[in-house]
């Protein structure tokens, strides 16, 4: 049976038809009709366009720039445009609606073709004998995960937020969290994808490349940072719908090295948040149940559309209280959030709309990931440019708007290391704990060992710190020390990596080495595109092509991640920071705050 859902209808239409035939729908809130959506990545006026990501600031504070975009709506459409750029000798990128990675993997230059998927998402095709769904690469996550769960179907992996497209979320490897069967990466559920790469002049200058497992290639294709070429359709395998139960333990960090990993096993979907400068972590067990196990649970975490004026508010306080360095006010923010979500859960609620208490169980893709202010509306109130009114709500992260900044950082290591990487981040915390009071604590999940080429070699887990990024050029964060030294230990002295899609600057060199088979995935890109239109200078250094190198030393170049500071004008010596080795992994450089 086939189900072909038009994304292009509106999502109210879609909604109320849902409502009344089926049980899994009537949950989701309506709210999102009121909302703003979020402006589209691209912004093109007469002969040039700018791609921006979603919180408006690249991984470098850098610019986006592109000459012309395409915004495909068929295959064909998408060929056409190719083919268009490979005749002209023009480098290509795909970005999606909302843009959510930190690093300029997008970013084609000024004379390059930047293509949108925001208007190729409307094939969303599910078979119900196959187990599976094919979708157009633009298709947002939200929509296909809805698709499926109407035809009593789950995807047994998705991130936490919902507003992602489905070419996006595989191509930067983007991950749940779990080490049971294929695990929590996206990527791992694709079987199948249509692919559009560079052709010759005979063949047209674009073809189209069709892969299943049979074909060893999707092992590049699946997780490709963009680099092989135009994602046109994927096809992901589903399960029977089930649910999940989610629930939370508040303890002592004292035993974390010793009982992470049995913990992190011991549940299929099970996260870990370590709270270290409080010595506290919430464990949080993640369960499988079949459907007649009762519960109607919504996690609304991420995502739900706020006021521009709270948000703006919040943003503003949380600034001033990192500008003063108040240790003591932001400390209390973070564990203050921490124990709302883990005793009150806030965010996960029982019937969909109140939280009565843990366990909250429901069907798998209302636990697995949230969302809502993706679907907002578009009016002139609304345009990419204006300036909203501050009733309006949109997302949290809304580029239009003074939204918090942050650096998202994902540093993954071995699972064999995690007990030393624990004991040594200790010994940081134990220098002075209420330096890692931030925007969050550390968050741990898990990734299975793939074999896709630029996936983990290895069974990981992944440490994922939110920390305060000031808006303002050149400023340091009163705690900067401590978060560069444990980047830098993790990536240097425990084989870390780190996530494709989110923050990291310098960090990232030589990283692909340490991928499941970066040379297997050097000859696909060589064999789909072998003049690298799909490739930027970022993908380049990342793949240590040409020599290039991500690091860029300039003033303050430390304090946006571009660099391993070398000398004082990388950190901001006017301000007091000073480029010093680190206090426990002493070949770190760090940029410290001297009184
Ligand atoms: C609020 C939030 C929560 C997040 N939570 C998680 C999480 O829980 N787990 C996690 O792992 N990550 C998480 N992320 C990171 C996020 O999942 C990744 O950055 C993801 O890749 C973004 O998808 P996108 O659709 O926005 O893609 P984009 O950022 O637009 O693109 C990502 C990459 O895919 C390529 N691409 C896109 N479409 C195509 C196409 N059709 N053909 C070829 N290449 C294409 C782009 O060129 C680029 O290289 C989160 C991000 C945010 C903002
Ligand atoms: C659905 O999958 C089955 C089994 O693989 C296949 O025989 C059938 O042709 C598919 N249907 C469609 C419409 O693709
Ligand atoms: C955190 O909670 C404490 C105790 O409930 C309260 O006194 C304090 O004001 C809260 N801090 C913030 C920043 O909300
Ligand atoms: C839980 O909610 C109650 C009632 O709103 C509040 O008083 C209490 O401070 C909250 N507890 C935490 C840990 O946030
Ligand atoms: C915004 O909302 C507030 C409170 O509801 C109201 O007083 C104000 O008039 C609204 N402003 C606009 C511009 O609608």
Redesign the pocket.
């Known amino acids: 049976m086939r189900v072909t859902v038009s994304v292009a209808m509106t999502t109210s239409i879609i909604f109320l038809v849902l409502c009344v035939s089926l049980q899994y729908f009537c949950i989701t809130t309506l709210a999102s009709q009121a909302t703003c959506a979020p402006p589209p990545?691209i912004e093109c006026k007469s002969n040039a366009c700018d791609v921006f990501?979603?919180?408006g600031v690249w991984d470098d504070r850098g610019i986006c720039k592109a000459q012309n975009s395409a915004w495909p709506t068929s295959e064909a459409e998408l060929v056409q445009a190719v083919a268009n750029a490979v005749k002209n000798k023009q480098r290509i990128?795909?970005?999606?609606?909302?843009?959510?990675?930190?690093p300029k993997?997008?970013c084609v230059g000024s004379e390059g073709l930047i293509?949108s998927?925001q208007n190729?998402a409307s094939v969303i095709e599910v078979n119900k004998t196959a187990m599976t769904i094919r979708v157009q690469?633009?298709a947002l996550m939200s929509d296909v995960l809805e698709a499926a769960a109407k035809e009593g179907l789950a995807l047994n992996a998705m991130?936490?937020?919902s507003?992602?497209?489905?070419?996006?979320?595989?191509?930067?490897?983007?991950?749940?969290s779990g080490l049971v069967g294929k695990g929590s990466g996206?990527y791992e559920y694709v079987v199948a994808m249509r692919?559009v790469v560079p052709a010759s002049p005979s063949q047209g200058y674009a073809k189209v490349i069709s892969l299943t497992e049979a074909d060893e290639e999707l092992n590049a294709a699946r997780l490709?940072?963009?680099?092989?070429?135009?994602?046109?359709e994927l096809t992901f395998a589903l399960q029977p719908m089930y649910k999940r139960s989610i629930s939370t333990v508040v303890k002592d960090d004292t035993d974390l090295e010793y009982e992470a990993e049995s913990f992190l096993r011991a549940h299929e979907f099970a996260d870990i948040n370590w709270i270290p400068s409080h010595g506290k972590a919430v464990y949080i067990p993640i369960d499988r149940h079949p459907v007649n196990v009762p519960g109607d649970g919504l996690n609304s975490i991420?995502?739900s559309a706020s006021s521009v004026v709270d948000i703006e508010r919040k943003a503003a306080d949380y600034e001033a209280i990192q500008d003063r360095a108040d240790v003591e006010a932001i400390c209390s923010v973070l564990i203050n959030e921490t124990l709302d979500l883990a005793i009150n859960g806030s965010g996960f609620l029982n019937d969909g709309k109140r939280f009565t208490g843990y366990p909250v169980i429901g069907f798998n893709h209302h636990m697995q990931?949230s969302g809502g202010c993706q679907a907002g509306r578009y009016s002139v109130a609304c345009t990419p440019t204006s300036i909203l009114d501050k009733n309006e709500t949109v997302c949290s992260?809304d580029r239009r708007i003074y939204a918090t900044l942050y650096f998202?950082v994902?540093l993954r290591v071995p699972v064999s290391r995690l007990p030393q990487v624990i004991k040594d981040v200790k010994r940081i915390r134990d220098l002075n704990p209420q330096k890692l009071c931030d925007m969050s604590g550390i968050f741990m999940?898990s990734i299975k060992k793939s074999d896709a080429y630029l996936g983990p070699k290895e069974d990981v887990v992944?440490l994922v710190m939110m920390n305060y990024r000031s808006r303002a050029v050149g400023t340091p964060k009163w705690n900067e020390d401590v978060y560069e030294e444990i980047e830098q230990m993790i990536i240097e002295k425990h084989g870390g990596v780190l996530?494709?899609?989110?923050s990291g600057g310098y960090l990232f060199q030589g990283l692909a080495k340490r991928a499941t088979n970066l040379e297997k995935f050097m000859e696909v890109k060589k064999k789909f595109d072998s003049s690298g239109l799909?490739s930027n200078e970022w993908?380049d250094g990342l793949f240590g092509i040409g020599g290039g190198s991500l690091e860029i030393f300039r003033d303050g170049c430390a304090l946006d991640k571009v660099c391993k500071c070398r000398e004082d004008s990388h950190c901001a010596p006017q301000k007091g920071y000073f480029c010093k080795p680190g206090k426990v992994w002493k070949k770190a450089r760090v940029c410290t705050k001297l009184n």
């Open positions: 990545a990501n979603y919180q990128k795909v970005v999606s609606k909302l843009s959510h990675s930190e993997l997008v293509i998927t190729y690469a633009g991130i936490y937020w507003g992602v497209s489905a070419a996006g979320v595989i191509s930067t490897g983007a991950h749940d996206v692919l490709s940072l963009g680099t092989l070429g135009a994602i046109s991420i995502g990931t992260w998202g994902e999940r992944t996530h494709w899609g989110k799909f993908t």
